[in-house]
């Protein structure tokens, strides 16, 4: 690290070689795999959304509680399409460090909202578009600065890890945050604030993503002849994982039915990206194998996903050619399937919705 801190103004080139050589095969396949989840989860968000509105045309729409979408195949392709996203993704944190795979969901992000503009009909402004390649500049400045992937030998050192101090009250707070929503605010706010939903999702899935990548090296490390198998912690961290999952695909469910796609993709990637981000600082350390250089560079390509991610919330139903500080939102439109497909607020409004 001494090494890449020095130099000054003329070694910026030992700079920027010195980020390369951060990407090791290890990272080198994180990425791949990071990069191959994004376009499976990006695709399964539009399918899935397909299958919840030829079910809610039938039955009671999973928004208000229906579970009729587990009928339709529809719903249960999109559902594999995710599951072998997670599968990569999975994979994905077995071999880099969280703060390199998690920000590249933002290929997701760009993804459906394209197939959203294509096959769901729903607006993408040509803003939209600059937000997309604002997604993929951050996401490059990020991954040719991300830590090399920390060395552990065992399921027992990720174990010491997540019960240090810091980590166990940042899951403490995590989990008192999401029961209270759960309990506080869904019955009250879940159908006309996005932010409800999203942020159950957001605070779970910071957690399980800790297990996920605790649970990736437990399989990496027995695959490769050390077998973690044995120790209870591996089966704590599978079972975390099963529990995180079960309630990250519920409220899903419930935003993606309750909201446009436009607006559940960006805002859920934003808030489960920045909490991953700061569990993974908290509870492996990313930071402290790096300088104040790289991790500056680091949130700056962070903060430029963040905008790509906003500006494509903002113009998502902007008519095209419209100016940007007053846009113009178009009239409801009601598809074949009997669903709104144009652009919803962050707010519902009561009178807009189906009796």
């Known amino acids: 690290m001494a090494e890449s801190g020095g130099g000054g103004g003329g070694g910026g080139g030992g700079g920027w070689r010195d980020s390369y050589k951060g990407m090791s095969s290890d990272n080198i396949k994180g990425l791949v795999l990071a990069i191959s989840s994004s376009l499976f989860i990006g695709a399964s968000f539009i399918v899935k959304k397909k299958g919840l509105k030829k079910a809610g045309a039938t039955g009671t ?14 719903w249960w392709i999109g559902v594999t399409t995710m599951l072998l996203g997670e599968i990569a993704n999975f994979a994905a944190y077995a071999f880099a460090p969280a703060i390199l795979v998690t920000p590249l969901g933002a ?6 909202a394209v197939l959203a503009h294509i096959i769901l009909l729903e607006k993408l402004h040509i803003f939209g578009v600059l937000g997309c390649a604002l997604c993929v500049v951050g996401s490059t400045t990020i991954v040719l600065h991300a830590p090399q992937e920390q060395e ?13 101090p810091a980590f166990m009250f940042y899951a403490s707070l995590i989990i008192g945050a999401a029961v209270f929503l759960i309990i506080r605010y869904v019955p009250q706010y879940g159908q006309t604030n996005v932010m409800v939903y999203i942020g159950i999702c957001s605070l779970v899935g910071s957690l399980s993503v800790m297990s996920v990548k605790a649970l990736g090296i437990a399989l990496k490390l027995t695959f490769s002849g050390t077998n973690q198998l044995f120790y209870p912690q591996t089966w704590v961290f599978t079972l975390v994982v099963l529990t995180c999952v079960i309630t990250q695909l519920n409220y899903l469910n419930k935003a993606l039915d309750t909201f446009n796609t436009a607006i559940v993709s960006p ?11 700061l569990a993974s600082v908290i509870m492996f350390k990313d930071w402290d194998r790096q300088n104040g250089t790289q991790i500056v560079t680091e949130m700056c390509g962070f903060v430029t996903i963040l905008s790509g991610t906003f500006l494509l919330h903002r113009t998502k139903d902007m008519v095209e050619g419209s100016p940007v500080i007053l846009p113009v939102r178009i009239s409801k439109q009601v598809d074949e399937d009997g669903f709104e497909s144009e652009g919803i607020p962050l707010r519902r409004q009561e009178s807009l919705r189906s009796p």
């Open 267 to 277: 805002i859920y990637y934003v808030m489960f990206t920045s909490l991953t981000i």
């Open 152 to 164: 552990i030998g065992s399921v027992l050192e990720v174990w010491n890890l997540a019960t240090e």
């Open 107 to 112: 290929l997701s992000i760009i993804i459906s």
């Open 61 to 74: 729409r999973a928004g208000v509680g229906g579970y009729s979408y587990l009928y339709e195949p529809l």
